[in-house]
Nanobody, 123 residues
Framework: QVQLVESGGGSVQAGGSLRVSCAAS????????MGWFRQAPGKEREFIAG????????SYADSVKGRFTISIDNAKNTVYLQMNSLKPEDTAVYSC????????????????WGQGAQVTVSS
């Protein structure tokens, strides 16, 4: 059974940095992609970054491009989201999700989800 376990997140002041991690287990992920999504209160869940497991190809939403970096540690089966220059509008629950194939921005394309990690940015 495939499982995604998130860690990290927390609270930080605007301009600060946080990192969230997503550890995957249950199979090999050679032909899979991992996406990071976030959902703020009262808003739709939105795609923010994705990476292909084997090639490491990345994709970012315009709202986080240049501030967030997604990376992968194949030896640990873990995907990281490094978040720099955080803004209050980045406050949300951040979730990782897995799908076979390449990165897509639609949340409906992902079948396995982590439990979510709260990120709170104060002004």
């Amino acid at each position: 059974q495939v499982q995604l376990v998130e860690s990290g997140g927390g609270s930080v002041q605007a301009g600060g940095s946080l990192r969230v991690s997503c550890a995957a287990s249950g199979r090999t992920f050679r032909n899979y992609a991992m996406g990071w999504f976030r959902q703020a209160p009262g808003k739709e869940r939105e795609f923010i970054a994705g990476i292909t497991w084997s090639a490491g190809s990345t994709s970012y939403a315009d709202s986080v491009k240049g501030r967030f970096t997604i990376s992968i540690d194949n030896a640990k089966n873990t995907v990281y989201l490094q978040m720099n220059s955080l803004k209050p509008e980045d406050t949300a629950v951040y979730s990782c999700a897995l799908r076979p194939g390449g990165v897509l921005s639609s949340r409906y394309a992902y079948s396995v989800w982590g439990q979510g990690a709260q990120v709170t940015v104060s002004s």
